[in-house]
């Protein structure tokens, strides 16, 4: 591995500039369609239950599957990369995502469906991993923050740009095709990543010593399984009767915990533990991993509790919905322009801005449901749809900056693997739980819950550097 590395190192700096920015380009492009396909059932379950069936349970999992494999797999999917070569594991990987999406677009069936989501979820784990490592072995140190500097944002707008793509391609019903041609679409825009990323990502050999930690990956999947079962279960399926925490959901819950408990004690006596000691004594990395629980889990929680309203309460057809988060979008845009280049200069300061601001925008929003309810229109949510967006994007990309700007290469593929994993576990853990606080009370409720969510991070925004570390410093 290490003499594997030491020539990556060699060879990248005579890389033109040129492929560099193309390798990158390609890296995003497969990285967004993942994420974009991690949101689009927030706005499509509904239109999906109507044509299939399966209740308002199939709206839950719809999601959550995805993100429960997606989450559970990525860090396996790093360690996969390290071993049997990056490059060989994102075109396997992104192969598999684009036939998962054909299985999802063609699906006769929930059960099929939700199994077609699941194998997205794994497909995908293989290929955001390798990103980070694969420029990390292609970009000089001292240029290669720039690349990093690029992934917040993107995610931040795949977060909401998957529902607004989603909205528009219902709403268009693509040669009478429905909800499908949102699948299918990937077949189109994967196979072109797939073509460019065959001709242009290096050829690396791994490293065949590398070990997976199997048994701890099992474990998370059961923690995970168990927790996001019990809440969907609790929650009544998706119905707003009461009385859903029966003996079930309770006991689902409480072997997903004792199986995370089970996880934590095989992290610590494991020989090869998901996450690399040395990543978890890295302060900034370890502070920007329990922030990123809380941020990702408020922010899920959040744009899911706003489609339910949009459609549930306000009787919105998909295209309208995609419309109504256009402000968020524009707001996650305006933060990532205004704020490029500020990291160097306000560090930490910034996050903690950006939270503050994410903030603010959930108590308009909260006070403007809760004044109007089901008479709330356009125009009043407009502006705090603005200023959540503009918290997003002042945040999100300060903390994965600040969080693994110093990782050095031969940790990239397990540092962004794990900083991934938690977004999307915290994704699947909020949406989850504030779903449940919503079929039980209504949006107010919700955002209220998501605003406290908010809040804690705010001290835990506190625990990160105060400044990106200095190129080269180590």
């Not at 998901?274 to 899920?300: D, H, Q, Y």
């Not at 994993?421 to 079929?439: I, P």
Request: glycine share 14%; charged share 10%.
């Amino acid at each position: 591995m290490t003499q594997t590395l030491h020539n990556a190192n060699t060879k990248r700096d005579d890389l033109p500039a040129r492929t560099r920015w193309a390798i990158l380009a390609v890296i995003l492009a497969a990285d967004i369609l993942d994420l974009l396909d991690a949101t689009i059932t927030n706005i499509a379950a509904p239109t999906i239950t109507a044509d299939l069936g399966g209740g308002p349970a199939l709206v839950q999992w719809l999601g959550a599957a995805y993100a429960l494999a997606l989450g559970v797999l990525l860090v396996p999917g790093g360690r996969l990369g390290d071993k049997y070569g990056r490059r060989k594991l994102f075109l396997i990987g992104l192969a598999g995502f684009i036939a998962a999406s054909l299985a999802c677009g063609l699906a006769p069936t929930p059960a099929t469906l939700v199994a077609a989501r699941l194998l997205q979820g794994a497909f995908g784990a293989l290929v955001i991993p390798q990103g980070f490592g694969i420029l990390g072995a292609t970009w000089p140190r001292d240029q290669i923050g720039r690349a990093f500097a690029l992934f917040g944002p993107a995610m931040g707008l795949s977060a909401v740009g998957g529902p607004v793509l989603a909205g528009f391609l219902i709403d268009a019903d693509i040669a009478g095709l429905g909800w499908r041609p949102m699948f299918l679409i990937n077949l189109l825009l994967g196979g072109a990543a797939l073509l460019a990323a065959a001709r242009l990502l290096p050829r690396d050999t791994g490293d065949s010593a590398v070990s997976v930690d199997v048994p701890g990956s099992a474990l998370l999947a059961g923690a995970m399984l168990g927790v996001l079962g019990g809440l969907i279960d609790g929650s009544g399926g998706g119905t707003s009767s009461g009385g859903a925490w029966t003996a079930r959901p309770l006991t689902l819950l409480l072997l997903g915990l004792v199986a995370f408990a089970a996880f934590c004690h095989r992290q610590r006596t494991a020989a090869h533990p998901l996450i690399e000691p040395s990543l978890l004594r890295n302060r900034g990395f370890a502070a920007g991993l329990t922030l990123g629980v809380a941020a990702f889990a408020a922010t899920s929680g959040l744009l899911y509790v706003i489609s339910l309203f949009l459609q549930r309460d306000l009787g919105r057809t998909p295209a309208d919905t995609a419309l109504g988060l256009i402000p968020l979008t524009l707001g996650i845009v305006i933060a990532s322009i205004a704020c490029h280049g500020l990291l160097h200069t306000y560090g930490r300061r910034l996050a903690v801005t950006g939270l503050l601001i994410l903030l603010a925008g959930c108590v308009w929003l909260t006070l403007v449901i809760h004044n109007s309810g089901t008479h709330t229109t356009s125009w009043s949510l407009t502006p705090p749809l603005v200023i959540l967006g503009v918290g997003m994007g002042t945040c999100f990309g300060t903390i994965y900056d600040l969080t693994i700007g110093d990782i050095a290469p031969p940790e990239a593929g397990s540092a962004s693997g794990s900083l991934n994993a938690v977004q999307q576990l915290a994704n699947a853990l909020g949406a989850a739980a504030v779903t449940t606080v919503y079929f039980h009370s209504d949006g107010t409720m919700s955002l209220l819950v998501v605003a406290a969510g908010l809040a804690t991070c705010l001290p835990l925004a506190a625990l990160l550097p105060s400044k990106p570390q200095e190129e080269g410093h180590h």
